[in-house]
């Protein structure tokens, strides 16, 4: 009789061990190297989810759950795809466009601000606004890039205007991400030093290489209300730097 | 008495499905040769598919199951041979005719063909006075070089998603097995009685 309950003892063993955990959140695995635009719509889902029960959203104060916010930021998950020079374009700009639009809604689960207008992730806003920076240029440059595949004749007005029509959403795109100051109160000093970083980081790439014949009049307008309301020191150093930028480069056109 | 056979039947049975999901007995297909590489497609990859099971939170892949067998024929030579396991290799692709994941798994084939010539070529380099033993320690360090490889590979293409990643590695794995062309025979003649 030992020797049987032995047996079911072992028999069971294996059984025990493959029980798996009981994880429902639909965020997907940290162990995911990179994450796909499917990844990033469980992710929506989940943060939907966080925020319509009123729940903590993944945040960089948290231990917890600060490499799962360092994830959904980590620029990685689509730089592996954007300069994979093996992958097809319209592949690149497929996977490209997708992680765009789950990129669109992601930035909306940050922006909730408190009763005293001050925002409840400002660190986490900045690094989704700057993780939007980074992928806006792809986004525009392999549209841009398979209009110029697929034409007749890549070198037509009609091809030229809608490049550079893009170009200029990208522009525009860019200037939305000036118009958080007009909100600088709602931040932390930390997360201004952030955004402050993503001016330095992504702007004179875009007005020196990626668009550098677009049309920065919106922009330099901009830059200038801007530069009158704005306190913080770092994001002035660098709204002085674009805007030198820009006008250097249309003194050169001329 | 009665609940302790329950519980043994049930652990029989808990433990048969263990082991067909191990290797389909159901489905069962021989063992294929590297000689035969070629012939492979998805449709060989023939073992149960586990529900819900992910790799790392990937819901589309394929694990291919190598090994080399040796053989020790009468005559006192050896035969040395890479195979692929179709019962106990899986793909969780929807689209089976994807290809670049079929690539993939078949460049870990090639990396195990890889390590059999290296195998080959070290035996075939003291053939009169290689012991059986000797062999069999050199298969096991050639399995854990081969391990690390595989790894490696796995790691640096991440399952073939960093597409250059992967056509690096295919040119890499292409020239070594080029290199021992000379040791693809899985017929070694060492301590011949003819």
Known sequence: MKKLNLINFLLFLPVFFSCGNDDSSLFPPLQKKYWTPEDYTNANAELTSLRYNNKELPNLVDPKTAPLFQKIVDTNNFLIVANDNQLGLEHRKDFISKMFDQYRQLSDKYDEADRSDKYKYPLELVEIEKFGLALQI?????????????????????????????????????????????????????????YSEGLKDFFPKVITNVAGNGDYSGMLEK????????????IIAQLENIQSLIKSKTTATQ | MKFTIF??????????????????????????????FRKISFYDFKAFKRPDITLNGFKEFAYIKTNRRIHYLNNGNVEITTYFHPSRSYVFAQNIRDLD????????????????????KEILGNPKNISDNMIIRLNKKYYEFENEMQLNYDEDTYHSYVMQEQKK??????????????????????RSKE
């Not at chain 2, 994941?101 to 080959?120: A, G, K, P, V």
């Open chain 1, 138 to 194: 792809y986004y525009i440059e392999t549209g841009n890039q398979s209009i110029i595949k697929n034409a007749d004749n890549p070198n037509s007005q009609d091809v030229i205007d809608i490049t550079t029509k893009n170009k200029n959403i990208l522009i525009r795109n860019y200037t939305l991400y000036l118009e958080h100051i007009n909100h600088e109160d709602r931040f932390t000093d930390k997360a201004l030093i952030s």
């Open chain 1, 223 to 234: 830059i200038d209300n801007m530069l009158k309301k704005s306190k913080n020191s770092s």
């Open chain 2, 7 to 36: 519980f043994l039947a049930a652990g029989i049975i808990l433990l048969s499905v263990a082991i067909v999901f191990d290797i389909n007995y159901f489905n069962y297909k021989r063992p294929i040769p590297y000689s035969q």
């Open chain 2, 101 to 120: 994941l079929l690539t993939h798994e078949l460049y870990h084939f090639h990396i195990s063909e890889y390590y059999t010539r290296l195998l080959r």
């Open chain 2, 169 to 190: 590695w295919e040119i890499k794995i292409d020239s070594l097995l080029q290199s021992l062309e000379s040791f693809s025979n899985p017929l070694i003649h060492i």
